[in-house]
C-alpha cells in the first residue's frame, strides 16, 4: 500500500523536531502572547462592546463589502480611525495577513520590484507570491544594502517592504531611512506595523505616526495590543483607499468583518488614546526586564518582543517546556518561522507583568541556559 504522503509529511517534521501541536493556552503567566497591552480582556472595552451589541442587532456582515456588507458604520469608523492616525483614509480588512496579501498583492505587476527585508513574516511573503513583479531581499535593516539594489534596479516600480517592529526579533526598522531611501528612489514604502501598534510611536500608533510622506503605507493589526482581531490599512496618498477597494483581492473576494471587530478595533484605539498609562505602564516593564536581563549577561532588545536565540529546535522545546513547569509561558519558535539554527524563545512582555514575574523568568531563563542540553 501506497505511504500514507500526508503521514509522511508529518513524520518528517517530527523527526527535524518541526511539528506543531495544538496545546490548550494558560495556566502560567503569559509572557507569550501578543496582548501587549492587556486589551483583550479590558473591561471598559468590553462594556462598550456589549453595549454596542445591544444597540446592533446585525452580527454578520452578510457579504463583501462590494456586495452586501458595506455600510455608513464601516465608512464613518474607517474615517474616524483616519483621523486618530492622522491620515488621509483607511482601509479595514478581515486580519493582517488578508490586509498583507491584499496590499502587497495589488501593488504588483510586470514593471515591479518588490524590495524586502530578509526577515519580513510569513504574511508579507505570501503576498510577494500573489503578485506580479519581481522579488529582491534585502539583508535585515541594512541600508547600504537596500540602497545598492535601488540603484540598480532599471523596473519602472519599486516598493519597499519591511515590519516596523520585527516580530520575531524584537528590533525596529530605521525608518527615517527608508522613508529618504523611498523618497529619492520614488519607491512605495509598505510598512507592517503589527507589532508596533500599540506598542510604539506617539501614543502608541505605530512607528509610522510621526511619518506623513504620500508613498508610505502602512498596515496595522487589531489582533495583537489592540486586544481584538482584523487590521487597517493607512493611506497617506488621496486616491490609495480606492485602489485597494478595487484591486485588493483580500478585500473584494471575501465577506466583511463583523461590525463587532470594526467597533472593538474603535473602542481599542480610544483606550489607548485616551489612556496613555496603557503604554507608559508596557515602557516600563519592558525598562524593568531590561535591567534584570542585563544583570545575567542576557541582551535586549529594547522592545517587548525579547528573543532568546538558542540554535536547535530540540534545546528551545525543551527550555519552554522546562519554563512552563515553573509556571511561566513562553514559546519556542522554530523553523519556518524562523530560520533553522535561529530557533528561539519568544519571550513578550506585557504592560501588566509585576516586578515578581519578571524576577521569576530572569531567574527561570538564567538557570535554563546553564541546564539545558546543547
Ligand atoms: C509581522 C506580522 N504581520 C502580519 C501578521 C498577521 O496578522 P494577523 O494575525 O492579524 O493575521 C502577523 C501575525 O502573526 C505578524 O506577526
Not at 503605507?217 to 485597494?244: D, N, P, Q, W
Request: glycine share 10%; hydrophobic share 35%; net charge negative.
Amino acid at each position: 500500500m501506497e505511504t500514507d504522503r500526508y503521514q509522511q509529511s508529518l513524520n518528517e517534521l517530527s523527526q527535524r523536531e518541526h511539528l506543531r501541536r495544538l496545546e490548550p493556552f494558560g495556566g502560567g503567566v503569559d509572557f507569550a502572547s501578543n496582548d501587549y497591552l492587556r486589551l483583550s480582556c479590558n473591561p471598559t472595552i468590553r462594556e462598550k462592546l456589549l453595549e454596542f451589541l445591544i444597540e446592533n442587532p446585525q452580527l454578520g456582515a452578510t457579504g463583501s463589502r462590494h456586495i452586501s456588507g458595506n455600510s455608513e458604520f464601516f465608512d464613518e469608523s474607517e474615517a474616524f480611525i483616519a483621523k486618530t492616525l492622522g491620515v488621509h483614509s483607511t482601509l479595514f480588512f478581515g486580519s493582517g495577513y488578508l490586509a498583507n496579501l491584499g496590499v502587497i498583492g495589488s501593488l504588483g505587476g510586470p514593471d515591479t520590484t518588490f524590495f524586502s527585508d530578509e526577515r519580513n513574516h510569513a504574511s508579507l511573503i505570501d503576498g510577494f507570491r500573489l503578485a506580479k513583479g519581481h522579488l529582491t531581499i534585502f539583508s535585515h535593516n541594512d541600508m547600504e544594502h537596500l540602497e545598492a539594489l535601488l540603484k540598480g534596479s532599471q523596473c519602472k516600480h519599486r516598493v519597499i517592504v519591511t515590519e516596523s517592529l520585527f516580530s520575531m526579533d524584537g528590533d525596529q526598522a530605521p525608518l527615517a531611512d527608508l522613508c529618504g531611501l523611498a523618497r529619492e528612489y520614488g519607491a512605495t514604502l509598505v510598512l507592517d506595523e503589527a507589532h508596533a501598534t500599540g506598542t510604539l510611536g506617539s501614543q502608541g500608533l505605530g512607528l509610522s505616526h510621526e511619518y506623513s510622506s504620500e508613498h508610505l503605507i502602512s498596515i496595522h493589526t487589531c489582533g495583537k495590543a489592540l486586544g481584538g482581531y482584523g487590521a487597517f490599512v493607512c493611506c497617506r496618498r488621496s486616491h490609495m483607499r480606492e485602489f485597494l477597494i478595487n484591486r485588493a483581492r483580500s478585500f473584494i473576494f471575501t465577506t466583511a468583518p463583523p461590525p463587532l471587530l470594526i467597533a472593538q478595533a474603535r473602542f481599542a484605539l480610544d483606550e489607548i488614546t485616551s489612556n496613555p498609562i496603557h503604554l507608559r505602564n508596557l515602557h516600563d516593564r519592558i525598562e524593568r526586564s531590561q535591567r534584570l536581563f542585563e544583570g545575567i549577561g542576557l541582551p535586549h532588545s529594547g522592545s517587548a518582543i525579547l528573543p532568546v536565540i538558542v540554535g536547535s529546535s530540540k534545546r528551545a522545546l525543551v527550555l519552554a517546556e522546562s519554563l512552563r513547569s515553573q509556571g511561566l509561558l513562553v514559546k519556542a519558535i522554530r523553523y519556518p518561522s524562523v530560520p533553522e539554527g535561529a530557533a528561539r524563545l519568544r519571550i513578550t512582555l506585557s504592560s501588566a507583568h509585576t516586578d515578581e514575574e519578571l524576577q521569576a523568568l530572569t531567574w527561570a531563563l538564567e538557570k535554563g541556559q546553564l541546564d539545558a542540553p546543547r
